[in-house]
């Protein structure tokens, strides 16, 4: 199966492309913003340099938040967009999941900064979900994740990682700038085809004028 992985969620652009088994071609990178300009020319690139034209893709995952309100929309409009274009299914990857498949196995919470004191949380032991992600004030975050270790070695990834490695001092930390393409198409390849909306855990801080 012919798998393009996406992800604008956070501070980069992430695109790879799978047959379900190995990565034929990845690439990424860091911006805080500016990925709608960035998406489609990576994509393609990605695509040539796998050999592939993208009437070959069989499926389309796209990460689908927590995240950037913006930059999670710019990534499920180019996903729906050309899974309908290509008549072909599209699977929704949460983020943190996304990022905690880079941890590899073990205990790993995936944490992303949410500003305002918190954090976008989630726990997961061998990938196996042991939380709903959920936005935390850091004092929270910090309590639900010592109640789940339970003094366990654990692995902190995220953008959000440094701000509760202070409350668990022993454990590994990992900062990458946004989730890996490869590990959203790699979940895809994984689970049923579903309508992907996007993961909003709190409302945007910008608001419309009085």
Do not use: N
């Not at 599209?90 to 990022?99: F, K, Y």
């Amino acid at each position: 199966m012919i798998i393009l992985g996406l992800d604008t969620c956070l501070s980069a652009c992430s695109v790879a492309v799978s047959d379900g088994a190995r990565v034929l071609a990845w690439r990424s990178e860091e911006m805080a913003r500016g990925h709608q300009e960035r998406l489609a020319p990576m994509a393609r690139r990605v695509m040539a340099e796998a050999g592939l034209a993208f009437a070959d893709l069989e499926r389309v995952g796209v990460t689908v938040g927590p995240g950037s309100f913006t930059g999670l929309r710019v990534g499920l409009a180019f996903a729906k967009g050309l899974a309908s274009a290509l008549g072909i299914p599209l699977v929704g990857v949460g983020a943190l999941e996304a990022l905690a498949g880079e941890a590899g196995g073990g205990l790993v919470f995936a944490a992303v900064d949410a500003r305002r004191d918190q954090v976008y949380l989630q726990g997961f032991e061998d990938g196996r979900p042991l939380m709903a992600p959920d936005a935390l004030e850091l004092g929270t975050a910090a309590a639900r994740l010592a109640e789940i270790a339970a003094g366990r070695p654990l692995t902190l990834v995220g953008s959000g990682a440094p701000l509760l490695a202070d409350f668990v001092p022993a454990a590994r930390v990992l900062t990458p700038a946004g989730a890996d393409a490869r590990q959203v198409a790699r979940l895809a390849a994984a689970r049923a085809p579903a309508p992907a909306r996007p993961l909003y855990l709190r409302a945007p801080d910008a608001r419309l004028p009085a």
